[in-house]
C-alpha cells in the first residue's frame, strides 16, 4: 500500500514562509494529480493547490501568487512552497494523490501555524 508523509510544517510568523513536502513511498507517476489540502480549526477542508500528471496547474484564490506547487516523479515527491504567509493560513495541511477509479490517498497531516 502506497502511503505519503507529510513534512516541514511549523510555527512562523506572519509575513514569513514554509516549505511543505509530501513524499510517497510508491511512483507517483501514475497519479491523475497531486494536491495539497487544508483544515483550518473549526472549518471543511478545502484544496489550496493541484497539480495534474498534465495541464494547467490548480491554486486557490486566496492562495495565488504567494504559493507554489512542484511535482517531482522521479523523486516521487510533491512540495508547497508557501511564502508571504497570513495567519489565516493556520490550518493542517493534507498531501492527497488522486489515482482515478481507486480511492484517493491521503497523508497524516501537518500543522502551520501562523502567528500575527
Known amino acids: 500500500q502506497v502511503q505519503l508523509v507529510e513534512s516541514g510544517g511549523g510555527l512562523v510568523q506572519a509575513g514569513g514562509s514554509l516549505r511543505l513536502s509530501c513524499a510517497s513511498s510508491?511512483?507517483?507517476?501514475?497519479?491523475?494529480?497531486m494536491g495539497w489540502y487544508r483544515q483550518p480549526p473549526g472549518k471543511r477542508r478545502e484544496l489550496v493547490a493541484q497539480?495534474?500528471?498534465?495541464?494547467?496547474?490548480y491554486y486557490a484564490d486566496s492562495v495565488k501568487g504567494r504559493f507554489t506547487i512542484s511535482r517531482d516523479n522521479a523523486k516521487n515527491t510533491v512540495n508547497l512552497q508557501m511564502n508571504s504567509l497570513k495567519p489565516e493560513d493556520t490550518a493542517v495541511y493534507y498531501c492527497?494523490?488522486?489515482?482515478?477509479?481507486?480511492?484517493?490517498?491521503w497523508g497524516q497531516g501537518t500543522q502551520v501555524t501562523v502567528s500575527a
Open positions: 510508491g511512483s507517483i507517476f501514475s497519479f491523475n494529480s
Open positions: 497539480i495534474p500528471s498534465g495541464g494547467r496547474v
Open positions: 492527497n494523490a488522486d489515482r482515478g477509479p481507486r480511492p484517493d490517498l
